[in-house]
């Protein structure tokens, strides 16, 4: 099995900045996009970031510029520098990996962690 764990979450003031990690472990071949989602209540889930094996990112509109979205592929993990933080960032965040077991590709999902951010 594989599992992500997901650290860093928390409570911020508006304009402030948190850093959320993500570590992968268990079997598996290789880890193909990784990436976060976020869910705020009452809203859909999100993609925040993502980022491929070969460093290619895509991010969403609402956190372009402010949020920046690594990893290191010996260690198995992705990181979100998180920025210039509003209200509306408030949200649970999901780390998301594409991994590659045997001769197919599973999805999964961390446990999520807290992001608040008071105005």
């Known amino acids: 099995q594989v599992q992500l764990v997901e650290s860093g979450g928390g409570l911020v003031q508006a304009g402030g900045s948190l850093r959320l990690s993500c570590a992968a472990s268990?079997?598996?071949?290789?880890?193909?996009?990784m990436g976060w989602y976020r869910q705020a209540p009452g809203k859909q889930r999100e993609l925040v970031a993502d980022?491929?094996?070969?460093?290619?990112?895509d991010y969403a509109d609402s956190v372009k510029g402010r949020f920046i979205i690594s990893r290191d592929n010996a260690k198995n993990t992705v990181s979100l520098q998180m920025n210039s933080l509003s209200s509306e960032d408030t949200a649970v965040y999901y780390c998301?990996?594409?991994?590659?077991?045997?001769?197919?590709?599973?999805?999964?999902w961390g446990q999520g962690t807290q992001v608040t951010v008071s105005s």
């Open positions: 998301n990996a594409d991994v590659r077991r045997a001769l197919r590709t599973y999805t999964y």
């Open positions: 268990g079997s598996f071949f290789n880890i193909n996009t």
């Open positions: 980022i491929t094996n070969s460093g290619s990112t």
